[in-house]
């Protein structure tokens, strides 16, 4: 039973072949396009405030330089929403739940960051290792404790959204079972875990969309810091 639980979970295959790459890409396929028409549906209306406003809330407290990345970071959200999404729907797979996937999207950005405050102004960035005040004797401590924080981020990162996912993902599986074996047996029970099995999907439509932003979020944060 435990094993078929966290079946899901396992990247998928078929005939050998992993099938991780076109699970990734599935995503960009169902994302309408922008036409050369003045008049667009409400699909891509709707895509379009979307992006608008998220971008506008994102971005309007940084600087000019942190809006070089408003095409990568509102992608990014647009790209996470749609994995978090599509992992949901039956006999589908959640590449997000993968923590190694997590990791490889949050250490690169998260070390460009980084790489912009010792470039742009290392002085302020290395300040932020020791905080002004600090008596002498704790000053090697605080700086490793510092350090260690730092280097933190890209794991909390990537393991606040693979938890999230993966506890979603299972307790969603675990009221389903229990709601299935209870249906010939306590009818009205399995009645009533059917409705919280419904409550619990639409709580899960808001997590996957609300992981993704605060995925975002603090990127953006930590680019904040750092210009």
Known sequence: MTLDMFDQFFPPVLLGIPLMIPALAFPW??????????????LLTAQSWFIFSFTKQIFSPLNLGGHKWALLLTSLMVYLISLNMLGLLPYTFTP???????????????????????????????????????????IPI??????????????ALGVRLTANLTAGHLLIQL??????????????????????????????????????YVFVLLLSLYLQENI
């Open 29 to 42: 396929l169902l994302l309408p396009s922008p036409s050369g028409r003045w008049l667009t549906g409400r």
């Open 142 to 155: 605080l700086v490793i404790i510092e350090t260690i924080s730092l280097l933190v981020r890209p794991l």
């Open 96 to 138: 997000t739940t993968q923590l190694a996937l997590n990791l490889g999207i949050a250490i690169p950005l998260w070390l460009g960051t980084v790489l912009i405050g010792l470039r742009n102004q290392p002085t302020h960035a290395l300040g932020h290792l020791l905080p002004e005040g600090t008596p002498a004797p704790l």
């Open 175 to 212: 009221i389903a079972t229990g709601t299935f074996l209870m249906l010939s047996l306590m009818p009205p029970m399995a009645l009533l875990t059917g409705t919280l099995l419904v409550l619990l999907s639409l709580l899960e439509i808001a997590v996957a969309a609300i992981q993704a």
